[in-house]
T-cell receptor, first 112, second 112 residues
Framework: ETGVTQTPRHLVMGMTNKKSLKCEQH?????MYWYKQSAKKPLELMFV???????ENNSVPSRFSPECPNSSHLFLHLHTLQPEDSALYLC???????????FGDGTRLSIL | ELKVEQNPLFLSMQEEKNYTIYCNYS?????LYWYRQDPGKSLESLFV?????AVKQEGRLMASLDTKARLSTLHITAAVHDLSATYFCAVDPPGSGSRLTFGEGTQLTVNP
């Protein structure tokens, strides 16, 4: 139990579907992150939220849309995804942005 | 662009043997993290190294940081099967705004 919970754990969707990934942390952290982990590639930072404000968008395509309604919850809205978007999507949180990050178990996303 | 390189990428070792994983990075940083990931699991924070010469030890693992050489090492002493996992280093350069850049990971297998 890492304190960071991601749902769903697995998601299969077609390219025309719309779905959302959810991340929740009860650690009292103020910063939350989305990462993409593809096979044979390093983890890639996608988005950073600090106190609900987006502070980093690492050139992520607009078909990925993050939402952070409060410091405990983070969503990643998906629409019109491509097969190359199939990956493990990891959420993380930290007390402040310069503190160690705690990761969730990830959502394994497969695009058909 | 910051590059973080780990070697080896794959390591198969016998129990009770010692070995070292290396993490080189291409730009100035005095903050480096080591994470462990088991298959299908989250990333677990192992060490946070915050200054030149920092050395931290936990059980059979010891991590060190040489900021002048831009090198961190993760030394494994008397390996046991439970240490089998993928180990990532990540660098957070000054002014990056918590933008962690990860290495590709070292997949460690400890054989009985």
């Amino acid at each position: 139990e890492t304190g960071v919970t991601q749902t769903p754990r697995h998601l299969v969707m077609g390219m025309t579907n719309k779905k959302s990934l959810k991340c929740e942390q009860h650690l009292g952290h103020n910063a939350m992150y989305w990462y993409k982990q593809s096979a044979k590639k390093p983890l890639e930072l996608m988005f950073v939220y600090n106190f609900k404000e987006q502070t980093e968008n690492n050139s992520v395509p607009s078909r990925f849309s993050p939402e952070c309604p409060n410091s405990s919850h983070l969503f990643l809205h998906l629409h019109t995804l491509q097969p190359e978007d199939s990956a493990l999507y990891l959420c993380a949180s930290s007390l402040w942005t310069d503190q160690p990050q705690h990761f969730g178990d990830g959502t394994r996303l497969s695009i058909l | 662009e910051l590059k973080v390189e780990q070697n080896p990428l794959f390591l198969s070792m016998q129990e009770e043997k010692n070995y070292t994983i290396y993490c080189n990075y291409s730009t100035t940083s005095d903050r480096l993290y080591w994470y462990r990931q088991d298959p299908g699991k989250s990333l677990e924070s192992l060490f946070v190294l915050l200054s030149n010469g920092a050395v931290k030890q936990e059980g059979r693992l010891m991590a060190s940081l040489d900021t002048k050489a831009r090198l961190s090492t993760l030394h494994i002493t008397a390996a046991v099967h439970d240490l089998s996992a993928t180990y990532f280093c990540a660098v957070d350069p000054p002014g990056s705004g918590s933008r962690l850049t990860f290495g590709e990971g070292t997949q460690l297998t400890v054989n009985p």
